[in-house]
């Protein structure tokens, strides 16, 4: 695999992780500002914390990292530690802690960051650490704020009450006519990457992983194709349906994705405090993986496996290389994919077709998170860095993988080699997936 990153000047990372935690925090600043205080400190749904403390964590984050580890510095509000400590408290006790207000809040965030800024100014980029090597501390904690910004997205979406957020539509796109899956070819194909310079450690390191041909749909599955499974009574037939996902089904009542609820004969949907119809042609959006992968066996196919979705969206054939991203090296633009809150819902099935992989596989990046088969487990020669609680205390059939982003996702967070992980159950996520099949090799 060809490794673009490795040629880039001191300068221009510096420039790109400035231009990534000012992204960040404009983000973050919209999505605190648009409410007012008492849905800033309630808490929407146990699932989630309370917007506030996402707010002060993401600070307290870019203390410990930045001001801290990097920049040798004494702790500005020790005593804070431990409430901004995600795994000291689970989400449903953070409203019962003594959390800073809004207004301290913000103001700590703001400090913190005044003083990073300064600090990335005079931080050599080589010849340090592992941790200021190429800026990665710098790019750690721009994603780190980016993930934190999508989790109080998914917050804004679960949050009863009027519209508060706004966002124009994807463009149209005519309907999709191209053919429904891809051939992917077997045999070898780099996985995970040892050269990206922010990569984050579960994407580590590069390794050659076989793979035998298969077929992997062209788009994401959409609501008209979602819908034809539920009117076939895919909720109501366990055939479709591991044990463990025919139980939690019926023991939640759950009869469609989340958010959707029939009326006049019609399906509808609420997303951020709009109720709609929901939209045929748009990929299918809050399915859990226990509802992908049922609906998968209802169509007769799997989901992909990890792997398979990698090197669909990665790998180059005629250039026998896997690539940064399914249309090549370059950093995402707006023509590629649906990424970064541009839009606060996904493009419809089959759009962006300059971000198309070299076989035609449309919409790897950006618009929804995929589900894939695989459980989250390290790659071989994995390595925990800089912390073990990042991705090592996850590892494990508990978690499933899921990979491409969605339209909550920032670029600087979003990749062919990224990995997400969740529980099987969980459909507050921005959450879709696409389905393969197995096949023999063809000429």
Known sequence: MTAPETDIDIETLRDRALKSLITARDRTTLLTSCVEEPDLTAQ???????????????????????????????????????LYDAFEHPRSERPTLPLLPPAEAR????????????????????????????GFAFGMIAQHEQ????TMLITHQLRKGPQALTAPDPDP???????????VPGGPFTMGTSTEPWALDNERPAHRREVAPYWIDTTPVT?????????????????????DGWAHIRQHSIVAPHFWHREGGQWLRRRFG??????????????????????ARWAGRRLPTEAEWEKAARHHPGENRSRRYPWGDAEPAPAHANLGQRHLRPAPAGSYPEGESPLGVRQLIGDVWEWTSSDFLPYPGFSAFPYKEY?????????????????????VACRGTFRNWDYPIRRQIFSGFRTARSAAETA
């Open 44 to 82: 929407h749904s146990p699932l989630m914390s309370p917007l506030v403390w996402d707010l002060a964590h993401i600070g307290n984050q870019e203390e410990l990292w930045l001001l801290r580890n990097v920049g040798g510095r004494e702790a500005m509000r020790p005593e804070i530690d431990s």
């Open 107 to 134: 103001r700590y965030a703001a400090e913190v960051r005044g003083r990073a800024l300064d600090l990335l100014e005079g931080s050599a980029f080589s010849g340090g650490t592992r941790l200021t090597e190429a």
């Open 147 to 150: 993930q934190h910004d999508e």
């Open 173 to 183: 796109a005519p309907p999709f006519t191209g053919p429904a899956e891809v051939l």
């Open 223 to 243: 609501n008209g194709q979602y819908l034809a499974f539920i009117e076939d009574g895919g909720y109501e037939n366990e055939r479709w349906w591991t044990p």
């Open 274 to 295: 709009v109720t709609e119809v929901v939209p045929p042609e748009e990929p299918v959006l809050h399915v859990s993986w226990y509802e992908a992968d049922a609906y």
């Open 391 to 411: 991705s090592e205390v996850f590892f494990g059939p508990e978690y499933k993988v899921l990979r491409g982003g969605s339209f909550a996702v920032d670029p």
